[in-house]
C-alpha cells in the first residue's frame, strides 16, 4: 500500500509538472497547487482532466476545488477509487 501510494505520489507531481511547466524538483509532497505551483483555475482544469485520464476516474470540478496539495490530490483519489 506505500509503495502504490508513493507511486502515485510521483505520478501525479510528473503530471503537475507537465501541466504547469515546472521542473519535478520545484514540487513536493505538501506543496499547494495554487499557492506554491502557481496553478490557475484554467490549470486546475487542466489538471483534472489528465488525473482523470491517468487514473480512469471520472471527477467534477467542484470535487476537486477543496484540495490543495500533492498528497490532497492522492488522498483524493484514492477515495475516488473507493
Known amino acids: 500500500m506505500l509503495r502504490?501510494?508513493?507511486?502515485?505520489?510521483e505520478k501525479v507531481k510528473e503530471i503537475l509538472a507537465e501541466?504547469?511547466?515546472?521542473e519535478l524538483d520545484e514540487?513536493?509532497?505538501d506543496s499547494d497547487i495554487r499557492e506554491d505551483?502557481?496553478?490557475d483555475s484554467l490549470d486546475m482544469v487542466q489538471l483534472v482532466m489528465s488525473?482523470?485520464?491517468?487514473?480512469?476516474?471520472?471527477?467534477?470540478n467542484e470535487e476537486i476545488q477543496s484540495v490543495t496539495?500533492?498528497?490532497?490530490i492522492v488522498e483524493f483519489i484514492n477515495k475516488k477509487r473507493g
Do not use: H, P, Y
Request: proline share 0%.
Open 4 to 9: 502504490r501510494v508513493s507511486i502515485m505520489i
Open 19 to 22: 501541466e504547469l511547466s515546472l
Open 27 to 29: 514540487i513536493n509532497d
Open 37 to 39: 505551483l502557481g496553478a
Open 51 to 60: 488525473l482523470e485520464d491517468e487514473f480512469d476516474l471520472e471527477i467534477e
Open 69 to 72: 496539495t500533492v498528497k490532497g
